[in-house]
């Protein structure tokens, strides 16, 4: 019976499965994830690259941006390569450890965003409706003490977590449903028991999602509130545009994550799995930027200046 349990244990390997029956579209979806890849990179980058140099981006609201930005860069990296190797070269097979590792920056960049996210909103609550004590409130050193701490306590807690993970066994089914790393999925396999696991699962998504969802929204409310005493037609409606953008992709982004984590799963829901996934992991690197920063007529102000000092050789040496 001991060497029995010691041979199911012997797995080196998963086998992503990816989506599936699609293999007539396989060819398609690596073109889709191919240029949502590199749109992602090159959109976060330049939106980096502007907050870096252009002096007049140097508030809090493009400091929280850029950090932003540099997490998606991270995360797509997490993602989609390995997505993308799949669907060109037909191997699925990904290591144990290459598995927990993908698994590991994923949830941690998820749940740092979910922090992010909340902080953004809350420094454009401070701009909107506490325009004479923003500056005091949002300075420098609160700003750092905000994004370190989005990162920090990100860490600490996947990190706790992991070590759960790390302690489950592994036996015989080695197939995972999903074209990544998570947790559920992960579960499944195992041949430990997991409730333990499962229950905290639950409660770590449930503390990540929650409280900064709930927070940004009242930020959003107060802001809305705020939007509504604006005297200019036209002034309000660009204010609801851009207000209505933000909580379009962040409704997205925490409504995905709520349905594949803490939402039963019926049937219906576990069949559209995947394509909730796809709506945490995969959409909002590619919209983030486009939402929050290259729709920003300063920040297109800044892209416009750089090109033009770039095509005048002062970026040069």
């Known amino acids: 019976m001991k060497a029995l349990q010691r041979n199911q244990t012997e797995i080196t390997e998963f086998i992503l499965l990816g989506f599936g029956d699609l293999h007539h579209l396989q060819i398609f979806l690596f073109l889709i994830f191919l240029v949502i890849f590199i749109s992602t990179m090159v959109a976060n980058f330049l939106t980096l690259l502007v907050i870096v140099i252009d002096q007049c981006l140097h508030t809090p609201m493009y400091f929280f941006l850029g950090n932003l930005a540099c997490l998606e860069m991270i995360y797509s990296s997490t993602i989609l390569p390995r997505m993308i190797a799949a669907l060109m070269t037909g191997d699925n097979t990904i290591s144990i450890k290459g598995c927990i590792t993908q698994f590991y920056f994923g949830s941690f960049l998820v749940c740092t965003e979910c922090y992010l996210l909340s902080v953004m909103s809350y420094d454009r609550f401070l701009a909107v409706c506490k325009p004479l004590h923003y500056a005091t409130v949002m300075n420098s050193k609160v700003c750092i003490q905000l994004a370190t701490g989005s990162w920090l306590n990100s860490i600490l807690a996947i990190s706790l977590y992991l070590g759960l993970i790390l302690q489950l066994q592994f036996c015989g089914q080695n197939e995972i449903d999903h074209f ?38 009242i930020s959003y409310i107060y802001i809305i509130v705020a939007i509504l005493k604006i005297p200019s037609i036209t002034g309000r409606q660009k204010a609801f545009s851009t207000c209505s953008s933000h909580l379009i992709v962040v409704s997205t982004f925490y409504g995905a994550i709520v349905i594949v984590y803490l939402i039963p799963k019926t049937d219906e829901v576990r069949d559209f799995n995947k394509i909730f996934s796809l709506l945490y992991t995969v959409l909002p690197p590619l919209l983030n930027p486009l939402i929050y920063s290259l729709r920003n007529k300063d920040v297109k102000c800044a892209l416009r200046k750089a090109a033009g000092k770039l095509l005048d050789g002062q970026y040069i040496n």
């Open 180 to 217: 990544f790393c998570e947790a559920l999925p992960l579960l499944k396999l195992s041949c430990s028991d997991t409730f333990l696991v499962k229950l905290v699962t639950f409660t770590v998504v449930f503390i990540i999602t929650f409280p900064p969802f709930v927070s940004t929204l």
